[in-house]
């Protein structure tokens, strides 16, 4: 008896980036045999389809299938086709000071970063990469990987804008403010004519009392290796002036005078030296003297000069 052979023929259907469908038709074997690029991988006796899996995205795979029958390949049927490639995808952004690069790293097995051709780290089911870092131009790429199927992206390019100190001086009295964005940097470093006056962080003003004189400041901020040294301005101090008045009460004057932070007072009568007061006094009677018609002064030491003011 003569048994007609039924022709095979086989398709692939490309279903995804790491399987593929094996298809072929029915030619009442007893087994069909499969090999992949010349490999034996596997039997089938009980179907006409089979999925293989684990493949390398955007790669091509040959396939034969081979009819059995009562042990015999009586026939071959070839197909290929190409798995899809998984696209990689990124970007970078950056706020302030730090960059984030952003990619599709759950489609791949790893995601390896890299900013200027150095690498920096690689990341398993993760999809953004962020550090911190000076001002300056980056770029970075990213090297995907699955299976054997590796793809290399540019994200792009960021950019880190310089900090730039912002810094005022003014005065109030005899006490000098220096205001600055304390707040944009990691510490920021205080100069008065040149000299250190103090290193500040998290602070955003600086305030210190001065002599009579004109000072000149300036300001360094530093954050990450990055330094900005800007002048604050000039503020000048002026030299308080004592003022002192002479009232008679009963039969008695009395001088009265504002404090100018002397380390000591002298009241003078028609020229002459009558008492020496402690640093802070404000006030000295002349008992009896009503009447008299005397000239009073005080007499004071300021910034190194002797200082002589009439009491009216």
Known sequence: MRVDIIPITCIVEVTGDTSLFVDWNNTESDRYNIRR??????SVDDRTRWEDTGLTPGTSYSYEVQAVRNGVITQTATC??????????????????????????????????????????????????????????????????LNGFRSTLDCGTATISARGVVCSVGVVGDEATVSFNGNDFSR?????????????????????????????????????????????????????????????????????????????????????????????????????????????QVRFRQDGTTHTIGCA
Request: net charge negative; glycine share 10%.
């Open 37 to 42: 690029d010349g490999t034996f991988v596997t």
């Open 80 to 145: 290929s086709a190409e798995t899809l490639g998984r696209v990689l995808t990124c970007s970078v952004g950056v706020v302030g000071e730090d960059i984030t690069v952003s990619f599709n790293g759950n489609d791949f097995s790893r995601v390896t970063i890299r900013r200027d051709g150095n690498w920096q780290a690689t990341l398993t089911n993760q999809t953004t990469f962020s550090e911190t870092l000076p001002p300056g131009t980056y770029n970075y790429e990213a090297t995907a990987v």
């Open 188 to 296: 920021v470093t205080i100069r008065r004519d040149g000299n250190w006056q103090a290193t500040l962080t998290n602070q955003t003003t600086f305030s210190e009392t001065l002599r009579p004189g004109t000072y000149s400041y300036e300001a360094t901020g530093v954050f990450n290796g990055f330094r900005d040294t800007v002048s604050c301005g000039m503020v000048t101090v002026d030299a308080e002036v004592l003022l002192c008045t002479a009232t008679v009460q009963g039969n008695d004057v009395i001088l009265v005078w504002n404090d100018i932070g002397a380390s000591s007072y002298q009241a003078r009568t028609n020229g002459s030296w009558t008492a020496t007061l402690d640093a802070g006094t404000t006030t000295w009677t002349d008992p009896g003297a009503a009447g008299d018609g005397n000239n009073y």
